[in-house]
Structures are given as structure tokens and as C-alpha cells.
């Protein structure tokens, strides 16, 4: 069973974020896309640093999110 480490939701969003760590110890991205619905993003990912760096890239360039 996996774990979510992170959260991202705001109303400014298309969709939510959720990064994961799985029964293997490794991490992985999941866009929720409805009810029920959604996709992995990436996964396999064993550092969280790294983890939690590729969930951000990819919320700011996918929602085209300006820092």
C-alpha cells in the first residue's frame, strides 16, 4: 500500500498532485484527474529530494505555475 507524502491542491490548478512512496521505497507522482481518475506521473524515483524536485518541475511547467 502506498503512502502520500505530499500534497498539492489549489483552486488555481487544473488538477491535484499527489507523491507517493510505494511498498518498494521508491516514489512516484500521481495526477488526480477526477473521481477515481488520474495518472502516474513518473515513478521509481528512490531519493525524495530528487522526488520532490521532479514534483515540482513538472507542477510548474505542466500548470505553467510563474515563480
Same mark, same amino acid.
Given at each position: 500500500?502506498?503512502?502520500?507524502?505530499?500534497?498539492?491542491?489549489?483552486?488555481?490548478?487544473?488538477?491535484?498532485?499527489?507523491?507517493?512512496?510505494?511498498?518498494?521505497?521508491?516514489?512516484?507522482?500521481?495526477?488526480?484527474?477526477?473521481? *477515481?481518475?488520474?495518472?502516474? +506521473? /513518473?515513478?521509481?524515483? &528512490?531519493? $525524495?529530494?530528487?522526488?520532490?524536485? *521532479?514534483?515540482?518541475?513538472? +507542477? /510548474?511547467?505542466?500548470? &505553467?505555475? $510563474?515563480?
Amino acid at each position: 500500500m502506498s503512502t502520500v507524502i505530499a500534497n498539492i491542491e489549489d483552486d488555481d490548478l487544473n488538477y491535484s498532485y499527489q507523491l507517493c512512496k510505494d511498498d518498494d521505497d521508491t516514489y512516484y507522482l500521481y495526477r488526480e484527474e477526477g473521481i *477515481l481518475r488520474g495518472r502516474t +506521473v /513518473f515513478k521509481g524515483v &528512490e531519493d $525524495i529530494k530528487d522526488a520532490l524536485r *521532479l514534483m515540482m518541475d513538472y +507542477v /510548474f511547467e505542466y500548470e &505553467e505555475v $510563474i515563480a
